[in-house]
């Protein structure tokens, strides 16, 4: 059964190429993806060089966990070690935000990720590609959260998305 899956996408190192790249080997492992368009917003919990960030929406018929392995192992390709502290800079970074509907709480893993109603670098290009979506806890839409959500001033949207870019 095919399974509806949003990542939300950041990088503050070559960020124009990394997220690119990190789209690209998304791509490879999903084949049809859809990509919001991408916004700048400043480091989050450290001080540091700017973000790019954006969601990606892919179809896969895989399993949760083979889904966060192949996102990791794309993380790893990028530079990031398996025990990265949060909130530094990174190449790429990906954030496995909704796996259809289900809902996890574990000390591993939070689906829908919580970062969804925290920051608005992930809420905007949600709700930009799954406006009319539903939260699976909350029962509102994404449009609706991000029209509710108070701090829109600190996004600047990029007028390329990464997806285009890279067909370019």
């Given at each position: 059964m095919s399974v509806d899956v949003?990542?939300?996408?950041?990088?503050?190192?070559?960020?124009?190429?990394?997220l690119r790249e990190g789209i690209n080997a998304i791509e490879a492992h999903f084949n049809t993806i859809t990509c919001s368009p991408t916004y700048a917003s400043s480091a989050v919990g450290f001080d540091g060089?700017?973000?790019l960030n954006c969601?990606?929406?892919?179809?896969?018929?895989?399993p949760l966990v083979d889904i966060i392995e192949q996102l990791s192992d794309i993380e790893l390709r990028f530079g990031r070690a398996p025990d990265s502290k949060a909130f530094t800079p990174r190449a790429l970074d990906i954030d496995l935000l909704l796996y259809g509907d289900?809902?996890?709480?574990?000390?591993?893993?939070?689906?829908?990720?919580?970062?969804?109603?925290?920051?608005?670098?992930?809420?905007?290009?949600?709700?930009?590609?799954?406006?009319?979506?539903?939260?699976?806890?909350f029962n509102l839409s994404f449009a609706e959260l991000w029209e509710a959500y108070r701090d829109?001033?600190?996004?600047?949207?990029?007028?390329?998305?990464?997806l285009e870019a890279t067909q370019a």
């Open positions: 949003f990542l939300a996408l950041g990088s503050n190192i070559a960020p124009q190429k990394n060089e700017v973000f969601v990606v929406h892919v179809v896969t018929d895989l289900s809902v996890v709480f574990s000390s591993e893993l939070t689906l829908p990720r919580n970062d969804i109603l925290q920051y608005p670098f992930v809420l905007r290009p949600l709700a930009d590609i799954a406006g009319s979506r539903k939260h699976p806890l829109k001033s600190s996004l600047t949207p990029i007028a390329l998305s990464p």
